[in-house]
């Protein structure tokens, strides 16, 4: 058996059928690189170093977050889709705050809740308690770390048990260009305070890798001295709010990344397209003069003088002798524009993982199946960004604030001392309303009915409210239209058609309603109810002698 016979055997049993061929010139098996790992002329791009998720960061961190903060400043998508990628997450009120603590029976404990509940309201909404720096309350600062994570790659709160206020608590969000990106040092090293264990961009790690302490600057490092000195704070005291894309990344990188280049270019294409449109609008031109024609004697010390014309509504010029006018008429935008735009639109939309449709606010020719599926696959999204967001910064801030706010007496007098006892809890996020409600409604209420699916979830879901809320709500509303001598008509029965019968049925509906309260108001037609009522309205008598009208 020859050698090359030997390697074929050995390549069969090593690699997939799909990793070798069958030599045409010697019959055996050559090994074969994937395509994606093939070098030359035609796929050097695809060649590239093997490094640790550490080593990637710190070699593009700061670049990257220049160029990251810069795009958002000056470009209008990306500056949308940061305040998108917040209002989605968070929302306009923040994430909703739901004590879970139960008694000994197992139940849940009204009071206890209460108590917990409307405390952790009045300490979110106060910007003087909330935050050190009085900058905003619970809610803005929930807004302001996702907008540094989607920018700057991540989020840094610093948390201040024991701080000086009604509660004993409060925090502060921090620039990540405060965490010392800069600051390496190997195991064993000498750095006091660190006793001798790793650093990596300013996060010092046990043999775990799991963050110790960060090391901080007081102000941001660009400032007069703000390079000289550092802060060392135990990590339980910060929480670093960021999207982990491999293990044992350190740092978080700008979700802008994948599309820097790409939303830069058509930024500079969009410019300069913009620019040649208005120089097309001025529809400008050149004067010119033929060196053979006679011409009017130079009056200005010998040499021609600078011609110049400004173009008004109906003026008519009369060029001297010897000159003619050309004009210079570029054709812009041209009609390949809006598709280049929106092709290159699509692929940053990819990147970021959200809709060409949300990201460039373009509804045109869009339908109600594709809406539908693109707000599907974007809440999918906001889901897990959500549940991010709670599992990184609201368990801690939670934990924080239960603790402080039994040692500084904010809570009042609870069953117990201890802490643990109060730390179940729910942090619901906000939700969305279905594109088409009336159906959506009616799949609930099928839910419910067949036990699919709980009234508590269905109100998070669609409203990011709490079903004890609604029932509240609701509880006051049926005590004030009594107090008022009023009752309410229960909604008639009855399905409503879907597709092409829907608006026929409609107007059927409105047909009978009117004939109905022509018959019990004394006149009546198809157009017009009973007692003046608008088409489709009923009049009648209920038990207490009032008039109810139902529309």
Not at 471 to 482: D, P
Request: proline content about 5%; cysteine-free; aromatic content about 8%.
């Amino acid at each position: 058996m020859s050698f090359l016979d030997s390697l074929g055997r050995v390549a069969d049993r090593l690699l997939p059928v799909e990793a070798s061929r069958v030599s045409m010139d010697t019959g055996t098996q050559e090994l074969l690189d994937y395509y994606a790992s093939i070098q030359g002329h035609t796929a050097d791009w695809i060649f590239a170093p093997i490094r640790s998720s550490a080593q990637d960061v710190g070699r593009s961190l700061r670049r990257i977050r220049g160029n990251a903060r810069e795009l958002t400043r000056d470009n209008p998508y990306a500056h949308h889709y940061r305040g998108l990628v917040s209002d989605n997450v968070i929302g306009p009120d923040g994430m909703s705050y739901r004590a879970q603590v139960r008694d000994a029976s197992g139940k849940l404990s009204r009071d206890v809740n209460r108590t917990l509940e409307d405390t952790w309201n009045r300490w979110a909404e106060d910007r003087r308690a909330a935050t050190v720096d009085h900058s905003g309350g619970w809610p803005d600062m929930e807004r302001l770390l996702v907008d540094n994570m989607v920018t700057d790659g991540e989020g840094v709160l610093r948390h201040y048990p024991g701080f000086r206020n009604a509660y004993g608590y409060a925090v502060q969000v921090l620039d990540p260009d405060q965490l010392d990106d800069s600051l390496m040092e190997p195991l064993g090293n000498g750095l006091e305070g660190t006793d001798g264990r790793e650093v990596r961009f300013g996060v010092e790690i046990d043999e775990w890798g799991a963050p110790d302490a960060y090391w901080l600057y007081p102000n941001h490092p660009s400032e007069s001295g703000g390079r000289t000195r550092r802060l060392r704070i135990p990590a339980a005291q910060i929480s670093l709010h960021y999207v982990r894309h491999r293990a044992g990344q350190p740092r978080g990188l700008s979700w802008f990344q994948p599309i820097l280049a790409d939303m830069k270019m058509l930024g500079g294409y969009q410019e300069a397209e913009l620019v040649a449109a208005r120089t097309a609008a001025a529809k400008m031109g050149f004067f010119t003069r033929d060196p053979e024609a006679v011409t009017a004697p130079d009056t200005y010390r010998g040499r021609a003088p600078a011609m110049k014309m400004s173009a008004k509504p109906g003026q008519i010029h009369t060029l001297p002798l010897g000159y003619k006018f050309e004009g210079w008429d570029p054709t812009h935008p041209n009609t390949a524009y809006s598709a280049f735009v929106k092709g290159n639109l699509r692929s940053i939309a990819a990147g970021l993982r959200v809709g060409y449709n949300t990201l460039a606010q373009d509804l045109e020719g869009v339908n109600f199946s594709s809406l539908r599926q693109g707000n599907l696959q974007e809440r999918d999204v906001w889901r897990v960004l959500q549940g991010l967001t709670r599992r990184t910064v609201h368990h801690d801030v939670h934990r924080y604030f239960v603790r402080q706010g039994i040692l500084s007496g904010a809570l009042g007098e609870l069953p117990t001392r201890r802490a643990a006892d109060y730390m179940a809890r729910k942090f619901i996020p906000r939700g969305w309303a279905w594109v088409d409600p009336l159906k959506e409604g009616k799949a609930d209420a099928e839910a419910v009915h067949n036990f699919f699916d709980s009234r508590t979830a269905i109100v998070a879901r669609r409203t990011g409210r709490q079903f004890e809320d609604v029932v509240e709500e609701l509880r006051e509303e049926k005590e004030l239209i009594e107090a008022a001598g009023l009752t309410i008509e229960p909604p008639t029965t009855g399905g409503v058609n879907d597709g092409a019968n829907e608006a026929t049925d409609d107007e059927n509906a409105n047909g009978d309603a009117g004939g109905a309260g022509g018959a019990d108001g004394g006149s009546g037609s198809g157009d017009r109810g009973g007692d003046g009522a608008p088409a489709g309205a009923t009049s009648s008598l209920n038990g207490t002698g009032r008039t109810t009208r139902r529309f």
